[in-house]
C-alpha cells in the first residue's frame, strides 16, 4: 500500500514584500510549506506504527508540482525519511489556482494508484503563502474519495480506519474505508528534524521527474489570480 504526501516549496515570510503591486521574495529563501512538515511526520509516524502493530506495510511518496524549486520541499522530505519523490514538471505554483494544482495532483494519484494501490494522500492544513487550504478537498473531490480535514490521529486495521479531527470543541471520531484524502492538523505530533548527514544525503538524491504529458492531461486554466497588492496604511500610535 502507498501513501502519497503532496509538498510545497514556499517564500521564508521574513523575504516577502511589496514592490510596484506586486509580491515578490527572495528567490534563494524558498522552504518547504510548513505545514506540510505535519503531512509527513503523520505518514511517517503511522507507517511505523503499522510495522510494530500488524504486518502490513505502508511506503511512502512525496510529491511535488511546480519547476526546479519545487525540489527543495522534496529533498526535506526526503532528510525526514521518506524514501520516495517525485516532481510533476509544470508552471511555478504562483501561476496556477488551486483547482488547477487538484487536477494535476489528482492525475498523478491515479497513475500511482495503477501501480500500486494508494491507501491515504496526506495534505498540510493550508500554504503559508495562499493559505486557501482548499487544495485536498478539491483533490478528493476529483479522486471522489472521502475527504477528512484536521486530521489529528490516523488507526487502521485491514481496510478499516479510525480517524479523529481536531475541532474546536474537541476531537471528533471517525470510521471510514480507504482511499482517503485528508489535511493534517499540528496535533498529529511534531515533525522531526532532520539530521546534518540526511540532509547532506538527500541534497544527492536524485529526483525523478514527471511531465504533464506522462500523466495525460493539460490542466484547466487558472479561474483565480492574484490581483495588485498593497501594504496597510501607516498608523502611528502612541503607549502610555
Same mark, same amino acid.
Request: glycine residues 4%; charged residues 20%; proline residues 8%.
Given at each position: ?148 480535514? %484536521? ?31 485528508? %489535511? ?57
Amino acid at each position: 500500500m502507498k501513501i502519497v504526501v503532496c509538498v510545497k516549496a514556499t517564500p521564508a515570510l521574513e523575504t516577502v514584500r511589496v514592490e510596484n503591486g506586486k509580491i515578490v521574495w527572495d528567490a534563494n529563501a524558498l522552504i518547504i510549506n510548513p505545514w506540510d512538515e505535519y503531512a509527513l511526520e503523520g505518514a511517517l509516524a503511522f507507517s511505523e506504527w503499522k510495522q510494530i502493530a500488524e504486518p502490513e506495510t505502508f511506503s511512502i511518496v512525496a510529491i511535488s508540482v511546480g519547476d526546479a524549486s519545487a525540489e527543495i520541499a522534496l529533498r526535506h522530505a526526503l532528510a525526514m525519511g521518506i524514501q520516495e519523490t517525485i516532481r510533476i514538471a509544470g508552471p511555478p505554483p504562483e501561476e496556477l489556482d488551486t483547482r488547477a494544482t487538484a487536477h494535476i495532483l489528482a492525475a498523478a494519484v491515479r497513475k500511482i494508484h495503477a501501480i500500486e494501490p494508494v491507501a491515504m494522500v496526506l495534505f498540510g492544513r493550508q500554504s503559508i503563502d495562499s493559505d486557501s487550504g482548499l487544495t485536498a478537498a478539491q483533490t478528493a473531490r476529483l479522486l471522489g474519495w472521502p475527504s477528512i480535514s %484536521s486530521l489529528s490521529t490516523i488507526k487502521s486495521a485491514l481496510q478499516k480506519v479510525r480517524l479523529a479531527r481536531t475541532m474546536e470543541e474537541g476531537r471528533q471520531i471517525l470510521n471510514t474505508r480507504f482511499p482517503i484524502v485528508c %489535511s493534517v492538523a499540528k496535533d498529529i505530533g511534531t515533525p522531526r528534524y532532520p539530521s546534518f548527514f540526511a540532509k547532506r544525503r538527500a541534497e544527492r538524491t536524485p529526483i525523478p521527474v514527471w511531465t504533464l504529458d506522462d500523466l495525460g492531461i493539460t490542466p484547466p486554466p487558472p479561474l483565480v489570480r492574484w490581483g495588485e497588492a498593497s501594504l496597510p496604511p501607516e498608523q502611528e500610535t502612541a503607549c502610555e
